[in-house]
């Protein structure tokens, strides 16, 4: 419901216009976490973990992953980038997104399997 209202106002003097830009915010929707390439993968390979989000202002993101899994985040902190996936990033993955109006969170479980 963002945009821009006009309004009119009339009387015995004339018209007047007025457009009014209205922005709409609301609380982050329940996120999306995808996993590139895929939730099972095999351990040295690498792995992302993204989530996405919609809000008004735009979500930022927090994470809570698996105890000891050394990641490193994108700068918005949207996506968790795993070089060398290790037995350590085995687990779930919550992503929270937060805005000024609420919270939204979502997982994913991971699993790393033996290299071949």
């Known amino acids: 419901m963002s945009g821009i209202y006009n309004c009119q106002a009339t009387n015995i003097k004339g018209d007047k216009w007025k457009a ?7 609380a982050p929707s329940g996120p999306v976490v995808y996993v ?9 390979n690498p ?8 809000g008004s202002p735009a979500p930022t993101y927090s994470w809570q ?5 050394e990641v490193m985040y994108s700068r918005d ?10 037995f350590t990033h085995n687990g779930t993955y919550t992503c929270m997104a937060s805005n000024t109006h609420g919270v939204a969170q979502s997982q994913q479980e991971v ?3 033996p290299g071949e």
């Open 36 to 44: 590139s390439p895929n939730a099972t993968i095999q351990a040295g």
């Open 20 to 26: 009014v830009d209205v922005t709409v915010q609301y």
């Open 65 to 69: 992953i698996p105890e000891n899994a």
């Open 47 to 54: 792995l992302n973990v993204t989530c996405e989000s919609d």
């Open 77 to 86: 902190r949207s996506s968790i980038i795993i070089l060398t996936a290790a």
């Open 111 to 113: 699993t790393i399997k």
